[in-house]
């Protein structure tokens, strides 16, 4: 009899993700138009300009994915070299300026959605990566170190990249006179909550629990209960946006078919570019795989974060980190098939 190997399956949340955030969207709309009670209720709960519903919604977000990840992994991997140039190239080097380069062509006459997308590409994924890496056959102690060294570099970067690509580097390009003016302490302190407390929380989960129930029931038992409450968050906060901001979705088709123009260019260039380029590096193909793939997807729970902490929930900015995950999922389930498909032909150049 033979043995056979099951390919990881993508759940239902996860499959349907892109139906999901369209149903978040036309839920928020319908309460905004038919119980605008409601609307005034969650705006008056609030602290500052700090809405409390959302920001407790994109911290849960945050949360499961940063305890997934296990960092003492990352001095294993590190020891290659090749692959960790590769994936830190891609990630904070092509990545940021490969966006910003697609957001100045497609959106610089509309600077809102144009920062909305730069935060999205400073913004490296640690959370749906796992999904893609599992089943499309990349190797998973990679993608888990990976994952644990783009959030670190995340914590102690992001603020400083989102503000150089936000403020410093447009005006080089003659935008400046469109740019709303943020400092980079604002993005800081928005990382710090929203990344931040995350972060403490996830670390000390799988400390305080491996040590507890072991590293068996912590990654079977735990991380799989915990696990739907991202996307859950994510379709919570996308259902409280839009019924915070109903009076203006009669814009919202072309809008997201400017957005997603850019979005959809970069996912697919930063894919192919980084496994055709592991390729002739001779990486082997779970590793490039899992590198393709980590400098694919985008965090866009902290850009979204990050979006309505600095310019507002009503903001162009916090708009189109809403669509990045819309147009990610199903540009990402069809490489992560196509990529499938060349597993048996994949030859390193030097393999």
């Known amino acids: ?99 910003f380069t697609l957001a100045l062509i497609f959106l610089g006459d509309h600077p809102g959605y144009m920062t909305g ?3 999205i590409g400073l913004a490296r994924c ?18 888990a170190a990976l994952v644990a060294l783009n959030s670190i570099f995340q914590i102690f970067t992001y603020s400083f990249m989102a503000w150089l690509f936000i403020t410093v580097l447009p005006p080089v390009f003659g935008y400046q006179s469109m740019l709303v003016d943020i400092t980079m302490l604002q993005i800081t302190k928005s990382v710090l909550i929203y990344l931040g407390i995350p972060f403490i929380a996830g670390f000390l989960s799988r400390e305080l629990l491996v040590r507890l129930k072991g590293e068996n029931w912590y990654n ?8 739907p409450i991202t996307l859950i968050a994510l379709l919570a906060t996308i259902v409280v946006m839009f019924s915070l901001k109903g009076e203006v979705i009669i814009q919202l088709p072309m809008d997201v078919v400017r957005i997603a123009i850019p979005l959809a260019l970069y996912f697919l260039l930063m894919f192919f570019c980084s496994f055709l380029i592991g ?35 009503n903001s162009d900015q916090a708009f189109a ?7 990610e999922v199903p540009v990402l389930i069809a490489l992560v098939n196509l990529v499938l498909r060349m597993k048996n032909n994949y030859r390193p150049a030097n393999g």
Do not use: H
């Open 220 to 227: 079977n038992v735990f991380i799989v209960r915990i696990s």
């Open 279 to 313: 390729k002739k590096m001779g990486i082997a193909y779970d590793k490039n795989a899992s590198i393709a793939y980590t400098a694919t997807g985008n965090n866009f729970e902290l850009a979204i974060a990050v979006s309505i902490a600095v310019f507002g929930i």
């Open 1 to 99: 009899m033979q043995n056979q190997t099951t390919q990881p399956q993508l759940g239902v949340l996860d499959r349907y993700l892109t139906l999901w955030i369209v149903a978040a969207m036309i839920v928020g709309i319908g309460i905004a138009v038919n119980f605008p009670q409601v609307v005034e209720l969650n705006q008056s709960l609030s602290v500052g300009s700090t809405n409390i519903v959302l920001a407790l919604c994109l911290i849960a977000m945050m949360y499961p994915p940063l305890a997934k990840v296990n960092y003492r992994l990352l001095g294993k991997v590190a020891r290659d070299k090749q692959a960790i140039a590769l994936s830190l190239t891609m990630n904070w080097l092509v990545g940021p300026i490969l966006m």
């Open 321 to 327: 980190g809403i669509i990045g995950p819309l147009i």
């Open 117 to 119: 997308i730069i935060l």
């Open 126 to 143: 640690i959370a749906m990566v796992l999904v893609w890496n599992d089943i499309g056959g990349g190797n998973r102690e990679y993608a």
